[in-house]
């Protein structure tokens, strides 16, 4: 079954490089079927996914390179399959939203079905050497993505993204070899089964590996500047997978490999951590306050958000991490939608500084009504899912970091002021000369936003299932990490 | 006997609960999917959804007056911990915010068909009152802080949605920016006792809090309180975070009415009567000295505004003011009950006020009361009801002002007099403001220009504001007069209440009023300076810092919005300058790295070892394309060195 759900995209990649340059409504079908398909098994895998039980499902497991005990492992649990379906509804509306791209599209969405396959690949593999292998195949597509459909500094953007992660990734790679060494195995149950046998030296070693390459991922204050950047050039599509997935790599590596690995240095971290999240989410949120372009201030908006993720790991009790997972698919559906929103925007009036809207609120309704939705959302107004996300880090960071939570509340504050302050300046006010003729969303830009605002509504209204999903395996890592 | 701050635990199960916030959610769904559709019908489905909730709601009445609770709850994060579900409960004190919120709103509601007739965004309007009713019924029926809090910020999130409803004008859309934030910065106060009561077990149920004072030592008791009213003050507009309230009168007058006057920003008040248990005498003091502090500076302003709605406004934060200190009086049965005997006079009064004032301005498009005048010849059903308001608040025998302050005032006596005659004062003060407005507007010389063509609002605003103004009248003496043995303070639970009329109190309260009036009639109204005139330059700067607001605003904005904008700037330069550009440069020190490398080879290696140059200078070469800075490249060696590496090792 996860095989299958690799092969999707891949097969879609296979046959885009099949048709003909110029079978372009041909190719956009294809890749809009494969990650449709993608979608359709990720769907049938949460059905089939017994949330009952704790551990790992649809495991396969083949030997792959035997001399090196490395395995062809996936699996899935509690923690994955958010991951899987949030990766596959996102390929599936950023695909959507890929049909404003004019040119080279053969390249483009064969690239683009390759970075889903890496993505999926990443929260599946269960074998050390096979994720390093997925998580760099993740950065080539993305990295020509931006290069070459992206607009402004677009090589430096590319460049910076690709060296900077590569950088982490080294960082990660000796982690990995270290564990090797020692253990002589990459699979990922045995390792953690054996970390207790982990002196805390080198479980610490093994954690700062581990944490460089997560950290320029997720991203970690001051490892974050290439994460603008990166948006602010990547075309639409580019930028919905980059906030929405790809920062979820870093993220979801803490929860798979450095916590269950490297147990007692993740305690022994627990407080860097958690001022770590706390700058990122203080920090964050005052740096987008002064933005005046759209998208480099939602860039910086998923710093401060991807901060809970962090405070709540930090705490490593069942609200803190059951809110850091559950902003991870929050963030994702919410960060996905705005970019798409700006998206929308920028493809009528080619400009993304915030000054030059204004008033559009009257000349563009339905767009209007989703900006506002998506902006609340993102400032965590209860009954979206980021108030429950953010909420059940903050309660679980509070019993156990008490002043780095207080003085991230103070986030919050700042985050309604810069979400009001797009609302401000994009929607409300005299309407701008310049947009008199702007026309509404297309039905193809409601298809792929809809879905989105619906599930953040849901999310929010009753998150109870997706809790359900998550909590047995969460609960697992904590006894395992704590000892308790 | 119920108690007046806690729910019991043993409740009827009452699953119609969920009618009261769900029928004016269900008119929002259908508002914002059919409302253009619907046209002008959008604004009876509203209305019809709030006459049901309001149905509904005073369909619990035998209940309640029974002494019974209800409840009905429901799981929400469950899956991590129990403590987690979500429920509605109604008690005394919920009963009394359900049947003011409802049967106002569906009052207002009716009221707003004829005032926004001619608006283009009309059925939207409707669709957003409805879910603030919706959000504001569930604040008020949640059973437990999580959902309260929920409510808490919806109704944050619809003051937003109506202050800036004519989001064109710059001023409104800033208006609404500044309420969203300001009351935020009180939230999170509130969000902080609750991630600290999260920590108690049981301390998020509000039916567990009267039990909490053997568990908590005071002082987290007294922080615990005292962030929750943070919160608190945001709501409901006390110093120092009351700067909010007079700039959301951008917003339709119906809006200021329902939401700015009658409910939302009565939630703090609701909100402190039911955490009372956990204030101490500490925290109590605070609240008192806030509400105080808000009810004197807030009268003084409003003596001074010429904007009609603003001066209401000023009003409703001094009358807020006024709810706050009787609840910092203290007295843990009485207090609550008498703040919200007061909230609900108030509710009545001042909707009436303001739906008068939007009357006014609809008939004459005009809100600056220089301009206004004579206009009780136009429009006399409005200056009648108007009069009867102002009447009320100002607390004359037997309106309905008069029980509900009284009350206040003579708890005030016992506890301290000092209090007593600060209170009078502030009762003078009120009927100054007040009976200044009138005067203003309806009496004397019609104003030059628009009293030819004011003319009487319809029969549909005209209907609701006669009702209220009946409310007005005789809600007092109904609710609270010794007369019909106090049944509304009997319901929140006070059972000891010495009957009978306080002689002194009631002639000490009508002559503050009288005095207030008189004033308003020589100096707000003839305009005659009655300072004898040596005091006269203290008097006049006096009322300069009153008629400027005390320089409140632009101490904000020169100590707490520049700075904090400032400090954005700076981080985000910073951000650019310095940890982009140390980014930077390290990429540059390894590409300076490589090139001295390369010299290095070119010059020493290439010299000094000439035999064994050809090799050294193919492996440069080599080294040299590998960090051509081009990615595929770095790539291919990185997929290369996998294939070859898992190839060579299969064997």
């Known amino acids: 079954m996860l095989s299958l759900l690799l092969a999707c995209p891949l097969a879609g990649m296979l046959l885009v490089l099949a048709s003909p340059r110029t079978a372009v409504r041909a190719i956009r079908a294809i890749a809009v079927s494969a990650t449709g398909a993608a979608f359709v098994v990720s769907l049938k895998l949460l059905f089939a996914f017994r949330a009952a039980e704790p551990g790992l499902q649809f495991v396969e497991r083949v030997p792959w390179i035997q001399p090196l005990n490395v395995f062809y492992f996936l699996g899935v649990d509690g923690i994955s399959l958010p991951m899987v379906l949030l990766t596959t509804l996102l390929s599936f509306l950023a695909c959507l939203a890929s049909f404003s791209i004019s040119e080279r599209h053969k390249e483009y969405f064969a690239l683009y079905l390759l970075l889903e396959a890496g993505m999926l690949g990443t929260f599946l593999a269960l074998d050390l050497f096979l994720f390093y292998v997925v998580w760099e195949i993740v950065l080539v597509p993305m990295y020509f993505l931006i290069g070459i459909w992206g607009g402004g500094r677009r090589e430096y953007s590319a460049f910076k993204f690709f060296v900077y992660t590569l950088a982490g990734s080294l960082a990660m790679l000796l982690a990995i070899l270290a564990l090797y060494a020692r253990a002589r195995t990459f699979d990922m149950v045995e390792l953690s089964q054996m970390s207790r046998t982990f002196e805390l030296g080198f479980q610490q070693l093994l954690f700062l590996g581990f944490f460089l390459g997560f950290a320029v991922k997720v991203p970690i204050f001051p490892f974050h500047t290439w994460l603008p950047d ?97 902003q991870m698919v929050s963030h994702g559906l919410i960060t996905g939608g705005m970019f798409l929103l700006v998206g929308v925007l920028y493809d009528r009036t080619h400009t993304r500084d915030l000054a030059a809207f204004g008033g559009l609120g009257a000349r563009v309704p339905v767009y209007a009504g989703f900006l506002t939705f998506f902006s609340l959302a993102s400032l965590g107004l209860p009954g979206l899912s980021g108030f429950v996300a953010e909420f059940l880090s903050l309660v679980g960071g509070f019993g156990v970091w008490r002043w780095q939570t207080v003085v991230s509340v103070t986030g919050i504050i700042v985050a309604a002021a810069y979400m009001l302050k797009v609302v401000r300046q994009v929607l409300l006010g005299p309407l701008n000369e310049r947009w008199k003729a702007l026309a509404d969303m297309s039905p193809r830009e409601l298809a792929s936003l809809a879905p989105l605002l619906i599930l953040v509504l849901a999310l929010g209204v009753y998150p109870l299932w997706l809790l359900a999903i998550q909590d047995g395996a969460l609960t697992r890592l904590i006894i395992h990490v704590t000892g308790r | 006997m119920t108690h007046p701050a806690g729910l019991a635990s043993t409740a009827l199960v009452a699953p119609q609960l969920l009618l009261i916030p769900g029928l004016p959610l269900a008119a929002f769904t259908i508002l914002i999917f059919a409302g253009r559709r619907l046209g002008r019908m959008s604004a009876w489905v509203a209305v019809a959804a709030l006459a049901g909730a309001a149905g509904v709601s005073w369909g619990l009445s035998p209940t309640i007056w029974a002494g019974q609770q209800l409840a009905f709850s429901w799981p929400w994060l469950t899956a991590i911990d129990p403590r987690w579900a979500l ?112 920590l108690v077990p049981g301390g998020l149920q509000f039916s567990r809090l009267s039990g909490l004072h053997h568990i908590l030592p005071g002082a987290d008791r007294t922080l615990i309180s005292l962030l929750i009213f943070l919160g608190a003050a945001g709501k409901s507009a006390q110093v120092p975070l009351h700067v909010w309230l007079p700039d959301a009168m951008e917003g339709p007058a119906p809006v200021s009415a329902l939401i700015h006057a009658a409910t939302m920003v009565a939630a703090g008040i609701y909100l402190v009567a039911r955490t009372l248990p956990l204030f101490t005498p500490q925290s109590l003091h605070v609240v008192l000295t806030v509400g105080l502090l808000t009810h004197l ?27 706050t200190s009787a609840l910092g009086l203290g007295s843990l049965r009485g207090a609550s009950a008498l703040a919200m005997f007061h909230l609900v006079t108030h509710a009545c009064f001042k909707a009436l006020l303001f739906l008068a004032a939007g009357s006014v301005i609809h008939a004459t498009h005009e809100q600056d009361l220089s301009r206004l005048g004579g206009l009780r010849r136009a429009m006399p059903w409005t200056a009648a009801l108007f009069l009867l308001a102002s009447l009320a608040m100002s607390g004359v025998f037997p309106l309905s002002g008069f029980w509900s302050k009284d009350a206040i005032l003579l708890e005030a006596w016992h506890v301290h007099e000092a209090l007593f005659w600060l209170l009078l004062g502030g009762a003078a003060i009120t009927a100054a403001y007040i009976f200044r407005l009138y005067l203003r507007c309806f009496e004397g010389p019609a104003a030059a220009h628009d009293a030819s063509h004011a003319h009487e609002s319809p029969f549909i605003m005209v209907a609701p504001m006669a009702v209220l103004g009946v409310a007005a009248a005789v809600i007092g003496w109904l609710a609270g007069s010794p007369g019909t043995h106090h049944p509304l303070l009997h319901v929140l639970g006070v059972t000891e209440r010495h009957e009978g009329l306080d002689i002194p109190v009631l002639v000490l309260s009508t002559l ?83 090139e001295l490398k390369e010299r290095f080879d070119r010059l020493v290696v290439d010299r000094l070892v000439n035999a064994a140059a050809e090799t050294a200078r193919g492996l440069g070469m080599f080294l040299r394309r590998l960090q051509t800075g081009i990615v595929h490249q770095y790539l291919l060696v990185v997929v290369v060195a996998v294939v070859v590496l898992s190839l060579a090792l299969r064997r």
Request: glycine share 10%; charged share 10%; net charge positive.
């Open chain 1, 230 to 326: 990166a948006h602010v050039d990547a075309p639409t599509p580019a930028s919905v997978l980059l906030a929405g997935v790809l920062l979820k790599m870093g993220g979801y590596g803490f929860f798979r490999i450095a916590y269950p690995i490297a147990p007692d240095a993740a305690q022994w971290f627990g407080w860097g951590m958690a001022v770590l999240g706390m700058v990122n989410i203080v920090y964050g949120a005052f740096v987008a306050m002064a933005q005046t372009d759209f998208k480099r201030l939602v860039a910086y908006s998923s710093v401060s958000h991807m901060g809970f993720v962090l405070l709540g790991l930090a705490s490593l009790t069942p609200a803190g991490l059951n809110g850091a997972m559950f």
């Open chain 2, 87 to 198: 429920g509605f409960a109604v008690d005394g004190l919920s009963w009394v915010m359900l049947a003011v919120v409802t049967s106002i709103g569906t009052l207002i509601a009716t009221y707003s068909i004829g005032y926004m007739r001619a608006d283009p965004r009309f059925s939207r309007f409707f669709a957003y009152l409805s879910l603030f009713c919706a959000s504001m019924l569930t604040l008020v029926l949640a059973d437990n802080f999580v959902l309260l809090y929920a409510g808490w910020e919806l109704v944050g999130l619809c003051s937003y949605l109506l202050i800036s409803f004519w989001f064109e004008k710059p001023s409104a859309a800033e208006a609404g920016r500044k309420a969203f934030i300001t009351t935020r910065i009180g939230d999170t106060g509130l969000l902080l006792a609750i991630l600290l009561l999260s």
């Open chain 2, 297 to 323: 500076l807030a009268g003084t302003i409003a003596l001074t505004q010429t904007d009609v709605k603003r001066v209401l406004a000023y009003s409703t934060i001094s009358q807020l003011g006024l709810m």
């Open chain 2, 512 to 594: 503050a009023a009288c005095s207030g009036i008189g004033l308003a009639w020589v100096a707000g109204f003839h305009r005659r300076n009655v300072l004898p005139a040596p005091l006269r330059p203290l008097g006049h700067r006096l009322y300069a810092l009153a008629a400027n607001k005390y320089y409140v605003d632009e101490f904000y904005a020169r100590w707490i919005v520049q700075p904090f904008l400032a400090a954005a700037e700076r981080l985000a330069v910073f951000d650019q300058r310095v940890i982009d550009a140390t980014v930077d440069g390290v990429g540059r020190l390894g590409t300076t790295i490589g």
